[in-house]
């Protein structure tokens, strides 16, 4: 018997890839990529030209972990994980970016995590 994948997921991979014909990251501007499970957010900052992930920063990160209390809604979560990213990324130089949001809707964890970014000082 073949698996079934659910719809929704079905969907938001079709999504995804009609805006990865659109977004391309480059070496003076890498493609931030979300991904976000039931309980956790990730993202990395990705150079297409060369085909790799330069880093990545997720909620279970050791320095986003440890700011993290447990009521910590998902939405904040995602912002500290923004926040990070952004120091990461000006660290290693790179001020300007391309968001991908992978086929979710800018609302909620990654419209936070987004902001965060660019309060930070990357620039979309």
Avoid: C
Avoid at 18 to 30: A, D, H, V
């Amino acid at each position: 018997m073949s698996k079934v994948k659910n719809i929704k997921v079905v969907a938001r991979e079709r999504r995804q890839k009609r805006s990865r014909r659109k977004i391309q990251g480059t070496t003076e501007r890498p493609r931030i990529a979300v991904f976000r499970s039931l309980n956790h957010i990730y993202a990395q900052v990705i150079d297409d030209s060369i085909h790799k992930s330069l880093f990545a920063v997720s909620d279970l990160t050791p320095e986003v972990r440890a700011q993290i209390k447990s009521d910590t809604k998902k939405s904040d979560r995602g912002e500290l994980v923004g926040q990070i990213l952004a120091e990461k990324a000006l660290t290693k130089g790179i001020k300007k970016v391309v968001f991908d949001r992978s086929g979710y809707q800018y609302h909620g964890r990654v419209k936070a995590l987004a902001e965060a970014a660019r309060k930070a000082g990357l620039e979309f």
